[in-house]
């Protein structure tokens, strides 16, 4: 089932007063009372059986919900049906970027889906040319080959890993067209493509024509009045097509389209786009066409900045890109125009501009890039504030923390690394009364030193080198030692060496045995980066309220951090602490520890294993105290952290799969 259809059904019949259904909007009973209104033929008992036994159900874009508060709403709803359906397997799809917040449900098990590698483009290749060519091999042979070196061109490459956008360059092909080689380009031809394959009828308008209509109408959908919405009632569209047509012949326009487009469907009452790119290529378009329109629409309820006008903000910027740099740099004026004073906002904006002069940057056919010059200059002034985020607690304040992270990387590109300092300079280290540790996980530009003085270069180097202010990563723990003793001799600090774990788990929870290394409120966007929210490794201090209270930064997420102990329980492993981005926040507690062995670089969990904050000796290293479980069976006055024992144990229940693994 898809969830869009799955949510407007929800809202179309829960009444508080008169509910057809369950009284709440997140009972599990809505999934059986929607299966029962399919007309399958079968009622909300036979469902019912069926969830309980060991069955499957598939649900189709979270993303898709209207908006943030709707795909959490959803997202609840799936948790309690998981609890009720404990036997069937629930399996969800959705844009990775929804997954944000609440509207991630909790307990599921995440899997990415993977681009397609060249060989699975080529078996995709092969068999699509078999089945075309069913009845002559020998067609099918020369066809393969031919589109399979259509595919090699650069830009045409990197979209055939997309299967959907695969699906589209092979059905190009088969009709002789020329393959695209930008994205924009792609949706142009299969657009155009299903608008002129529809059947010409006597007394019908040419393609263009309906186009101009499902132009309209995606752009109506995309604003409507409580959000955008994938699907709406027949008369609804029907109206939103008025302007152009009178509501009986809008009516069969929607009926005729419905019948011979692969653009547009009809389902009962309602109406949509069979695939929402569609809607938000078409709802571009219509901006498009009417310039003066756009900055009033965009602005509206802030749809700019939303995950619902993502798409729709790149096709535009694309389209009037394509009318050269001028009609572009009045899109980036209008948004720039209207930004407001906060730093929230314009870290928004920062974030919104960047992602799409990226996009706009021009291949040439030697591959070499054109970037998109912002010719506003207040654009590169509000990059420059994007320091800010580092420097000041409150300046993201209410920031998610992809929008955190995109904003300070604008600013990251600028290659300014003032901030940072070397083990020589006093500023580097923080004092913990023990003994001193970096204020920061040691970062790429710091490391480079290191390799350029003849030390050994991590994996992916040259990527790592053009973000300065990131930790180094891929970095295994014999290169890590191999840094310390050279910045010993380099900087002239004697005693510089990766810490014990009892002296990362002192600098993160302190004396007072800290839940998390800025104190115990739970972690948030503002604090740490991790369970994938910004997804990627950001620069070193990016969440200044999760320092601790003495100034040490990154203790918690970004990426995990090298120790100099051996784990007890597996000889040969080296304890690693904080957790990475790639993490969820059970993980990002000051005591949680795990292992890497000492040559991995791990780079399967994204980020790696890091190059960790350096302690420096003043006084006697704390210690860890170790107990047997059976001793925090019988004392609620202390808790088993990985080994570690702290007074503030606050006993989970047990069931609880946090206390279980930690166990």
Not at 127 to 150: F, I, M
Not at 285 to 296: F, G, H, K, M, V
Request: aromatic content about 10%.
């Amino acid at each position: 089932m898809r969830i869009a259809e799955l949510d407007a059904h929800i809202r179309k019949t829960w009444d508080r007063t008169n509910a057809t259904g369950p009284t709440l909007e997140t009972h599990p009973a809505w999934m059986t009372h929607f299966l029962a209104m399919l007309e399958w033929g079968a009622g909300q008992r036979f469902f019912e059986r069926k969830l309980q036994q060991a069955d499957t159900l598939l649900l189709d874009g979270l993303d898709e919900a209207p908006s943030q508060e709707r795909r959490e709403r959803m997202a609840k709803l799936l948790v309690e049906v998981a609890r009720q359906y404990r036997k069937c397997r629930i399996v969800v799809t959705t844009r990775p970027q929804a997954l944000r917040g609440e509207a991630r449900p909790a307990g599921f098990e995440e899997v990415w889906i993977d681009a397609l590698d060249e060989e699975s483009v080529e078996l995709f290749v092969r068999r699509w040319c078999s089945c075309v060519y069913a009845n002559d091999p020998a067609l099918a042979e020369r066809a393969r080959v031919a589109l399979s070196a259509a595919l090699q061109a650069r830009e045409v490459r990197e979209m055939a890993r997309n299967p959907m956008m695969l699906s589209a360059l092979a059905a190009i092909h088969l009709t002789g067209g020329r393959l695209p080689d930008n994205r924009l380009e792609l949706y142009d031809l299969v657009v155009e493509w299903l608008a002129r394959s529809r059947k010409d009828l006597p007394g019908q308008p040419d393609w263009e024509t309906r186009l101009e209509r499902l132009r309209l109408l995606a752009l109506g959908m995309q604003t409507h009045p409580g959000g955008r919405v994938r699907q709406i009632e027949v008369g609804e569209g029907a109206t939103l097509l008025s302007p152009l047509l009178g509501e009986k012949d809008a009516l069969r326009c929607l009926r005729d389209e419905e019948a011979d487009s692969g653009i547009l469907a009809v389902r009962g009452d309602n109406v949509e786009f069979l695939h929402l790119l569609f809607q938000e290529y078409l709802a571009a378009r219509e901006l498009d066409a009417n310039e003066p329109e756009i900055s009033a629409t965009i602005w509206k309820d802030r749809r700019l900045y939303s995950l619902e006008w993502r798409e729709v903000m790149w096709f535009l910027a694309a389209m009037m890109r394509r009318s050269g740099p001028r009609k572009a740099n009045r899109l980036f004026d209008a948004v720039l125009e209207r930004t407001g004073t906060s730093p929230a906002d314009r870290a928004r904006t920062v974030a919104l501009l960047t992602l799409l002069k990226d996009d706009l940057r021009r291949r040439d056919s030697d591959g070499t890039a054109t970037e998109f010059a912002v010719s506003n200059g207040r654009y590169a002034d509000l990059v420059r504030e994007m320091v800010g985020l580092f420097e000041d607690a409150e300046a993201g304040a209410g920031l998610d923390m992809a929008t955190r992270a995109a904003a300070a990387e604008a600013w990251e590109r600028l290659g300014d690394v003032s901030r940072l300092r070397l083990p020589s300079d006093p500023e580097y280290w923080v004092d913990l009364g023990r003994f001193r540790m970096g204020r920061y996980p040691v970062t790429v530009w710091e490391y480079a030193r290191f390799v350029y003085a003849g030390g050994p270069e991590p994996s992916l180097w040259q990527e790592q080198l053009a973000y300065g202010n990131r930790p180094v990563v891929a970095v295994n723990w014999h290169e890590v030692v191999q840094y310390c003793e050279w910045a010993r001799e380099a900087y002239h600090c004697e005693g510089c060496r990766l810490p014990a774990s009892a002296e990362w788990e002192f600098a993160a929870a302190g004396e007072a045995g800290r839940k998390y290394p800025w104190g115990s409120p739970e972690p948030d966007d503002e604090r740490a980066n991790y369970d994938v929210r910004a997804g990627h490794v950001t620069p070193v201090g990016l969440f200044p309220k999760g320092n601790t209270p003495e100034g040490v930064v990154d203790l918690a997420g970004n990426v995990w951090e090298w120790t100099g102990s051996e784990h007890e329980t597996y000889p040969g492993s080296k304890v690693v602490r904080g957790a990475s981005f790639f993490n969820v926040a059970f993980n990002l507690r000051a005591a949680l520890r795990y292992r890497f062995v000492p040559d991995g670089r791990y780079d399967n969990l994204g980020s790696g294993a890091s190059v960790n904050n350096f302690a420096w000796h003043a006084r006697s290293p704390p210690q860890e105290r170790r107990y047997t479980i059976k001793f925090v069976a019988k004392s609620e006055r202390h808790r088993y952290l990985s080994g570690i024992v702290r007074p503030d144990y606050q006993r989970p229940p047990r069931s609880d799969p946090a206390r279980l693994a930690n166990v």
